[in-house]
């Protein structure tokens, strides 16, 4: 297939298999893509994990473990680099001062014996984050006196033991033989995952890739906080897609580098993967400051995504939550369901990214006669915000010669055409009225003021 000149950073670096390359990026088909990455960046889910950092409680405590880095894309000779999250901070250490913690990961982990050792250039002893669901975490740097910092690249943590149905999932789809190419693998040569035991290892070397991933998957379709689902949905879809590659391509290189504070207030900067927006006090005009833990001092910032980035992800992001809407482990059928505040949680429905909710096309509800000698009736009618597709209640009630007659409606995803009540003639009930019955309709009164 010939491929049209590259115009774009993103254009050349893409992978032939990248159709989001292939079809070319605007703004206008990102906006039509309906994936809103700079708004997900700035959702409550991240801004919980990138504002205080390390104010939070206790992590559940999981057996700890060794943690790499890829930053030899960054000017990282002098820097002193800090893993946050989960209510914890750990200062990185170079390998080069500590060789022996590699050399012993590498004696478990295939993934990480395969990749050079250029590419391996900071570690973490000793990390512990939450043991039963994920942890969004980011790589910060350079703080000063004056709280100012800069936020290199963040990282989903996903606990180990969702690869049991990541694997699972996996073969499902491809029964025998080595597994889609994650863009990790891709970028570092090393062949692809064939066992469970595959898709942990490679989840111990943070890089450009892993950085990738967790923006992509920061789209609310996309994003787990169950363990099993999250590792399944970065595993076999963000992973292997061509778009995360290309992304963590362009992610090591200088345009895309580390995120810092806008220079000009309300525009993004040109150069960084994104801009650090300042959380803002408005009762002082300044931005709030960490005043607990060891980030005390620095200021809160939230991530604004490059716009290269965001337009570029947007088709990409679209393409992937079409496929995990397809995922039939990822959802599931409640039809019939009434949900009441306080009702006890439902362990089959953990990790879930969407469900079904069966509904008709006409709902036929009786209502109570409205009693002989009624002068008048008055319908109300309430929709509610829509967690199902379709449902009706009626009621009403008679005080002298007013009824009125109550309707309840909830609906979701579907077109809301109409809802009509139908009068019967009290001599005759099985016989409904109709308009020129009505002596109001015949005067043209029916309708007060008409």
Not at 73 to 96: M, N, P, T
Not at 128 to 138: I, R
Not at 354 to 373: E, K, L
């Amino acid at each position: 297939m010939k491929r049209k000149p590259a115009t774009t950073l993103f254009d050349s670096l893409a992978a032939p298999s990248d159709p989001v390359a292939s079809a070319g990026f605007t703004r206008r088909r990102f906006l039509a893509a309906g994936a809103t990455l700079g708004g997900v960046l700035g959702a409550p889910l991240l801004s919980s994990c990138l504002g205080g950092g390390d104010d939070g409680g206790a992590p559940q405590p999981p057996p700890d473990r060794a943690l790499f880095f890829d930053l030899s894309y960054h000017d990282s000779a002098e820097r002193q680099y800090f893993l946050v999250g989960g209510g914890q901070r750990y200062a990185l250490v170079r390998i080069a001062d500590k060789p022996e913690v590699l050399t012993r990961a590498r004696q478990a982990n295939a993934f990480l014996a395969a990749v050079p050792d250029s590419k391996i250039t900071h570690h973490v002893e000793s990390a512990v984050f939450s043991a039963d669901a994920p942890t969004l975490t980011f790589l910060g740097s350079g703080a000063d006196a004056n709280g100012v910092w800069a936020m290199d690249a963040v990282y989903l943590q996903i606990p180990s033991s969702g690869s049991t149905n990541a694997y699972a999932q996996a073969r499902a789809k491809t029964p025998t033989g080595p597994l889609p190419l994650s863009a990790s693998r891709r970028l570092y040569g090393v062949r692809p995952a064939d066992t469970e035991q595959d898709l942990r290892d490679e989840r111990a070397l943070l890089g450009p890739a892993a950085h990738a991933a967790a923006i992509m998957g920061a789209h609310p379709e996309l994003c787990s906080l169950e363990t099993a689902s999250a590792h399944h949905i970065h595993s076999n879809y963000i992973d292997s897609d061509p778009a995360t590659g290309t992304i963590a391509k362009a992610l090591g290189t200088a345009k895309y580098g580390p995120a810092t504070p806008e220079t000009t207030s309300g525009d993004t900067n040109t150069v960084g993967w994104a801009t650090l927006i300042p959380v803002v006090d408005d009762t002082t005009g300044k931005p709030y400051v960490n005043t607990r833990g060891k980030s005390r001092g620095c200021n809160q910032y939230l991530p604004r995504l490059h716009r290269d980035l965001t337009e570029y992800a947007g088709p990409a992001m679209a393409r992937m939550t079409a496929s995990v809407g397809n995922d039939e482990s990822l959802g599931v059928d409640v039809t019939g369901l009434d949900p009441k505040p306080g009702d006890p949680a439902k362990p089959a429905y953990a990790g879930k990214m969407w469900t079904r909710q069966d509904g008709t096309a006409f709902v036929d509800v009786a209502t109570p006669a409205v009693g002989a000698g009624t002068d008048s009736v008055v319908m109300t009618q309430t929709q509610d915000p829509g967690q199902y597709l379709t449902r009706l209640n009626t009621s009403s009630t008679t005080s002298g010669t007013l009824t009125t007659v109550s309707m309840s409606l909830l609906n979701a995803a579907t077109r809301y055409l109409g809802v009509y009540l139908q009068f019967f003639n009290d001599v005759k009930p099985d016989t409904a009225l109709t308009l020129t019955d009505l002596p109001e309709y015949n005067d043209g009164s029916i309708l007060a003021g008409h």
